[in-house]
């Protein structure tokens, strides 16, 4: 005797398609979603590695100019009075947030028709750039190249503090004459961005202090 076939037995109900469907559905959706949220991660990363990046890179300029400071003297911003060495912080005598002349670039074989020595400027733009410009001669003329970097944006304040025999002073106003010729042992620069992060770089001056 041959059993007699149900439709259940001839294929799948609309219901049950409707629910594979659904089922389906869902787990493309979930599917989607983490893939989504893994790519946002991803990218999240790799914009903080970035930022972590342009931080290290800053905070690296700033310490390798610093620890080669001299007292090479130069003349003054504004191009009048004694000749100065390190100056910065909160005086009238220049306009950025510190200037002085620093040692230690290389010239193989003489190549450039210069010496090792450069002066180094720090300037906090308008627009928020905390900017490293490199006069590629401590006694620069209009002509005298200058190498001009932006370290970092979005800053809104850059606050320093020089230390000297464990006195702090805001301001440092070094010349070629005693007493004022003498560098700071250490800068400290607290650097406030727009987000609320702040940043702040400590550097012995001129190597080893005195």
């Known amino acids: 005797m041959t059993a007699q076939r149900t439709p259940h037995d001839a294929g799948f109900t609309l219901t049950e398609m409707l629910v594979a469907l659904f089922i ?3 787990l493309a959706v979930a599917g989607g979603s983490l893939l ?3 790519t946002e991660s991803g990218k999240q990363v790799r914009d903080r ?3 972590i990046r342009v931080l290290d890179i800053a905070q690296a300029f700033i310490r390798d100019d610093l620890e080669a400071a001299t007292l090479r003297a130069t003349e003054p911003d504004e191009g009048y009075g004694e000749p100065e060495t ?3 912080g909160q005086t009238n005598r220049t306009d950025a947030l510190f200037r002085f002349v620093r040692n230690g670039w290389i010239n193989p074989g003489g190549a450039a028709d210069r010496s090792g020595l ?3 400027r720090y300037i906090l733009s308008e627009e928020g750039e905390l900017i490293r410009e490199a006069t590629l001669r401590p006694d620069s003329t209009r002509s005298t190249p200058v190498a001009r970097r932006v ?9 320093l503090g020089f230390w000297r025999g464990g006195e702090l002073s805001a301001y440092w ?3 070629a004459k005693p007493p ?3 560098l700071p042992d250490l800068v400290e620069m607290r650097i406030s961005f727009d987000d609320g992060r702040v940043m702040t770089v400590a550097s012995l001056v001129g190597g080893v202090p005195s």
Request: hydrophobic share 50%; glycine share 6%.
């Open 24 to 26: 389906l559905s869902m």
């Open 36 to 38: 989504l949220r893994a």
């Open 49 to 51: 590695e970035a930022e």
């Open 86 to 88: 390190f100056v910065g």
């Open 118 to 120: 450069q002066t180094v």
């Open 151 to 159: 370290l970092l944006e979005h800053v809104t304040a850059v606050d």
């Open 173 to 175: 106003e070094g010349t």
């Open 180 to 182: 004022a010729n003498v």
